[in-house]
């Protein structure tokens, strides 16, 4: 989420995590800010987690997500998180074909794939505001994005990007590069999106789409994406 004027920026991260020996399995929250780069993680008994089966909402203690909707209420000995901010005019990635393959396409049905990933909206407008220790965060007329991971286990190394603010209002962009384990080997495979104006160009190692980085300085990196399907090159 972030703010109008961009003077805020919150990742907010619900979960859960199960392990195999069933020793350390808990509920999650976690916040970051995209100013600070500050990661608060936030704690929960396994059984104050639920989810909907038939839509995307998770309720963690008094905490509430869905693809409209969050209710912050967390506190610890040093900080205190709360508020609510609404999400409008969500943008959702279209099925191809029969089956919604999602942001991955085909790998999706790979049974043994370590991490899913999705995309529940690629864009949206918010209203609301978070307070966190004090500080009231307003996000009115700001934009937001929200996908999802679920898995045995995220990546041994990855990069991940994603912004929704551009001269355009109506344009997103999102780009995940990882190790992917394949057979007993592994490579390295990547997926995107890039929206604008109504259209949404996909981008992926199963599109057959080409990847360059080119470093341009201490701050900056230049992305170059080529893919046969897409008739310009982002």
Not at 80 to 102: A, C, D, T, W, Y
Not at 145 to 161: F, L
Not at 202 to 211: E, S, V
Not at 212 to 233: H, L
Request: hydrophobic content about 35%; overall charge negative; aromatic content about 14%.
């Amino acid at each position: 989420m972030v703010s109008a004027d961009g003077s805020s920026i919150l990742s907010v991260i619900p979960g859960i995590s199960l392990s195999s020996d069933g020793k350390d399995q808990h509920a999650f929250i976690q916040i970051i800010d995209g100013k600070t780069a500050q990661t608060i993680y936030y704690s929960f008994p396994i059984d104050q987690f639920y989810f909907s089966s038939e839509e995307f909402a998770v309720k963690i203690g008094q905490n509430y997500f869905s693809e409209k909707k969050i209710i912050l209420n967390v506190e610890d000995d040093s900080t205190h998180v709360f508020g609510q901010v609404e999400m409008r005019n969500n943008i959702k990635l279209p099925g191809k074909k029969i089956l919604n393959s999602g942001i991955m396409g085909w790998y999706r049905f790979v049974p043994f794939m370590e991490c899913y990933h999705g995309v529940v909206s690629l864009n949206h407008d918010l209203s609301g505001s978070i307070t966190k220790n004090g500080k009231k965060e307003n996000f009115d007329n700001g934009l937001g994005y929200i996908e999802k991971d679920w898995g045995s286990s995220m990546p041994s190394e990855w990069i991940w990007m994603q912004t929704n603010h551009f001269d355009s209002k109506n344009s997103s962009f999102m780009l995940s590069v990882a190790n992917i384990p394949w057979i007993g080997k592994s490579f390295t495979g990547f997926l995107g999106f890039f929206y604008h104006n109504g259209e949404i160009h996909r981008f992926a190692t199963y599109t057959k789409a080409k990847l360059e980085f080119e470093n341009s300085g201490e701050n900056e990196i230049r992305i170059r994406i080529k893919d046969k399907n897409i008739p310009i090159t982002l």
